[in-house]
């Protein structure tokens, strides 16, 4: 059994487009969040939601939108992407804030 | 935004060698982890540090939490083939919400 669930692994898409990303956890955590990995591997928290309450919104653009249906889901809405967004995508979940259990990840290609 | 200073960026390493690690930041942590990436996978937790100057050990991994709790190391005794990755590692502040990675150390291994 898969513990963080993504989908899908790979989305390559023409720019201007709308594409969403699904993320489902069956650990039972509280809190799910979306990271994004640039090209030099850099990871970067985007948002978090605790119990389907959005608790960190970093400096993302609003073309980005989350939204957790409950809190073993979260998904992310892209809208208008640029080739800018063209990176590696992650969802993690954790109990509590610190051990953070990761996906697979989703290679977003912007062409 | 709060940054951890992670190095090497890169090592490339014969088998059977020892590698080590190390993050150092400005601020003080409550929590440290270490995680290792493998290519195409998303990042996984190797250890869990919750107390200055905490030693724990995995296996043939062993990671400490700095006295000055600004810091910590990750130690990999007599490497092999399947240590090759990127290593993380990331750490909490007080009454933080997120976790903060470093940079990341790029492991090669040499046969």
């Known amino acids: 059994d898969t513990a963080v669930s993504q989908t899908p692994k790979y989305l390559v898409t023409q720019m201007g487009n709308d594409k969403s990303i699904k993320c489902e956890q069956n650990l039972g955590h509280d809190t799910m969040y979306w990271y994004k990995q640039d090209s030099k591997k850099f990871l970067k928290i985007m948002f978090s939601?605790?119990?389907?309450?959005?608790?960190i919104n970093e400096t993302v653009p609003n073309r980005f939108s989350p939204k957790s249906p409950d809190k073993a889901h979260l998904n992310l809405h892209i809208n208008s992407l640029e080739l800018g967004d063209s990176a590696v995508y992650f969802c993690?979940?954790?109990?509590?804030?610190?051990?953070?259990?990761f996906g697979a990840g989703t290679r977003l290609s912007v062409l | 935004g709060q940054q951890l200073n992670q190095s090497p960026q890169s090592m490339f390493i014969q088998e059977g060698e020892d590698v080590s690690m190390n993050c150092t930041s400005s601020?003080?942590?409550?929590?440290w982890l270490w995680y290792k990436q493998d290519p195409g996978e998303g990042p996984v937790l190797l250890i869990a540090?919750?107390?200055?100057?905490e030693l724990t050990s995995n296996g043939r991994l062993t990671a400490q939490f700095g006295i000055t709790r600004k810091d910590s190391f990750l130690n990999i005794s007599a490497s092999i083939p399947s240590d090759v990755g990127i290593y993380f590692c990331a750490g909490q502040l007080a009454g933080a919400q997120k976790l903060v990675f470093g940079q990341g150390t790029r492991l090669t291994i040499n046969p």
């Open positions: 540090l919750y107390k200055a100057g």
């Open positions: 993690a979940s954790s109990l509590r804030v610190g051990i953070q259990y």
């Open positions: 939601y605790n119990n389907k309450e959005l608790i």
């Open positions: 601020s003080i942590f409550n929590t």
